[in-house]
């Protein structure tokens, strides 16, 4: 099975963390893919104890090197630097990337993307949104990179 890690900020908020985050899994998951959501995944580190950010680094790290694809929410202006970070890295190892920004606000140099180039950079150059998402409910789109990736 596929797997894919699920970049995002939404962990820091309970809300977002309640009620965003397991909207996307479910979404992800309904592809038939495995979601490698981080604030879960981090559960096991003992954040009482010296160190433990260094080992939640690490441990993402770790997870963007060993999945299939990377999903990364970049909302913000500028998205969270987190997350950029793991989107960095997964287009560095030649991972497959998909975006998703329901954020109206644009924070771009180019007319074309409504983000800095570079975040796009690891997308194709023709058909690029098709790898970019901004409902959640078309993250299932057939039409779409994800779901057709999922597929294959």
Known sequence: MKTVYLASSYGFSKQQKEILLPKFIQQIETLGLTVWEPFQRNDQIDF??????YKVGQADL?????????FAIINGTPPD??????LGYAMALGKKIFLFRDDFRKCTDSEEYPLNLMVFSGLTEKNWQSYYYTTIES???????????AKD
């Open 62 to 70: 770790k997870d963007v090197k060993n999945c299939d694809a990377l």
């Open 139 to 149: 993250i299932t789109d057939p039409n779409k990179a994800l779901h057709k990736w």
């Open 48 to 53: 009482s104890q010296k160190g433990w950010a």
């Open 81 to 86: 630097e987190g997350v950029m970070i793991e």
